[in-house]
């Protein structure tokens, strides 16, 4: 079309707030005339116009008289044909925008453009400043925390001695998400956005909003619930002191002063530790590592000093019986001990800031997981062994084996951990909230403010004060902590996306599948998706099953029927190397990573099921009001968006896969 033609043209509000067309405006402009005039007289119709070409005649606001394909109308007819069109297109241009993708080649592509030295703020980037060990202690530091020094004690209440076996399980079935993680995190090395990112190039761009929404609402809630422990905490610590010991008002931080019915719980230390990390982490990155690093080194010797102090202290008989409760109580307390293990999207959200991301992101991820598994397992055999399982009751479990064998002393220590568990695995959820705002911000699913980049601190200031300030709020004036069993709902949304995001991007196209008649009627990518929500609904129908104690029989037929299910996923697709690391055994780990994941959805407290549906639908009303007109994609001649990679990062040394 001929930017002369079209310079003065104002596009109608149906298409956006009214302004002047300006020279990059021509192609958007093109799509929207040709998919009106699609919807309204038909594609052939529309393809015959198009051969003509489409012009407009100038005019300060609106031309007397627009001219396509050569045929001249009024004004009032063109307003009544936009007036239909925009009746009949709503729920169109809804589901053409939910379906849009990202290159999955975006991730290798962006590295290479460096920023200029001069920019300001808001055009900086992240600095590449993390290394392999750095990312290790970054996934140990959002893992170990409380699990550790609660759920531990938590679980061996039902389970027993068996409470090793159930994290040796949930570790295992954690392989299989940490393995997709690892692949994922090579093939996308050099931008933020973790599941969301993935979910955006796999599925399309409204699973990967919600995605996000359901990751945020579990980081926002668990940052407010984590400060209130660590407010805690830090009082029992501070209570030693003998000047303060009962002279600590109960406001401040030990539980919080309620009113209204329980409705409000004031607490002033946990806002006041909120401030002092989200200052931390504005600063840059490197300090943020060398505080994450110190906490992590911290506990991580506590709990070495915890295990080989407490192994002197085991006494045999004190495993027998290793069940009490039965299998069933060590699968239940696999899939509690199942949310000891968070810490791959923390890793996986580091990309843009890791020095070489193809390499260190998979080992990261795959090392931490080792490592926490490996200090889980030790600490439960140690403390398991010390006293009666029966007595691991109470919000303290490693303080109260301690205190029974004799060692009171190392009770101080224990709290010491905790405080440095704590604190890391709030800084890391903060760090990670950030990163995922500056990823959809980006894309304009979120206001760009939260893309900003700070030109000297190279970070993103704007998210992480917004982030702060949500736990802030939540954290200062109620008690979270009941909130708990609504948790973890994103997390396993999450874990099962990036399994599927896996068989989405290693399944190749190659020809089309066809029916009977000939015609087409999937492509391998539509056919694989519909296996893989048939195996998500198996894999839910199981876990129930389990959940409700019903006969074996039934989780027999289901598991039959479940792999009934998986075997066209062999047979009917081809599946091509991933560039980087490659999680071994596609399609059969993915799948079973998914399996898993909904296994354990379908042990969640159903107030979490009422959760996700209801805040999956306001999710979807504020992408369907905000999100999809304001994404930001560039149109394309063929067949709708692409999206250009954000050249804003500082090249790594690993430039050049």
Known sequence: M????????????????????????????????????????????SKEWDSEGLSFLPSTRFSSYARVGGRRSSNS??????????????????????????????????????????????????????????????????????????????????AGPGVTVSFMLAGLACVANALCYAELASRFP????????YAYSAFNELVAFLVFCQLMLDYHIGAASISRSLAGYLVNLLELIPALTGKIPVWFGPGGKTFVGDIFSINVLAPIILIILTAILCQGVRESAAVNAVMTVTKVLIVLVVIILGAFEVDTSNWVPFAPNGVHAIVTGATVAFFSYVGFDAVANSAEESSRPKRDLPIG?????????????????????MVPYQDLAGDAPLAQAFTESGLPFITALISVGAVAGLTTTLLVGLYVQSRLYLGLGRDGLVPSLFSR?????????????????VAGILATFFDVSHLSHILSVGTLSGYSVVCGCVIMLRVSEGENLHGESGKTTFTRSQEAAT????????????????????????????????????VPMYIRQVYKDSPGFMCPAVPTIPLLGLYLNMFLFAQLHWEGWVRFVVFGLLSVAFYALYGQHNAKHEVTEDNGYSYSAINNQEPGPDEGW
């Open 365 to 385: 991820i795959l090392v931490s997981l080792v490592a926490c598994a490996t200090l889980y397992v030790a600490v439960c055999l140690v403390i398991t062994g």
């Open 77 to 158: 007819s063109y307003f009544r044909f936009m007036a239909s069109n925009r009746r009949t297109s709503w729920w169109t241009d809804f589901v053409n925008a939910a379906l849009r993708t990202k290159s999955p080649s975006l991730g290798r592509q962006v590295t290479h453009a460096k920023p200029s030295p001069s920019a300001s703020e808001g055009e900086g980037f992240l600095s590449r400043r993390l290394g392999v060990f750095d990312l290790i202690l970054l996934g140990i530091g959002a893992s170990i925390g409380a699990g550790i020094f609660v759920v531990t004690g938590t679980i061996a209440n039902d």
């Open 531 to 566: 296996y893989i929500v048939a195996i998500v609904l198996c894999g839910l129908a199981v876990g129930l099953f389990f959940r409700f104690s019903l006969h074996y029989a039934f989780i027999i037929v289901g598991l039959l029927i479940s792999i009934a299910t998986a």
């Open 453 to 469: 980049i700070h030109a000297t601190h190279h970070t993103p200031v704007l998210a992480q004060i917004w982030c702060g300030l």
């Open 2 to 45: 001929n930017f002369m033609l079209v310079q003065n043209f104002l596009i109608p509000d149906h298409i956006g707030h009214r302004h002047s067309v300006r020279r990059g405006d021509t192609p958007r402009i093109c799509m929207y005339v040709r998919r009106a005039i699609k919807d309204s007289f038909g594609k052939r119709r």
């Open 190 to 197: 050099a931008l933020v956005g973790g599941a969301y990112l």
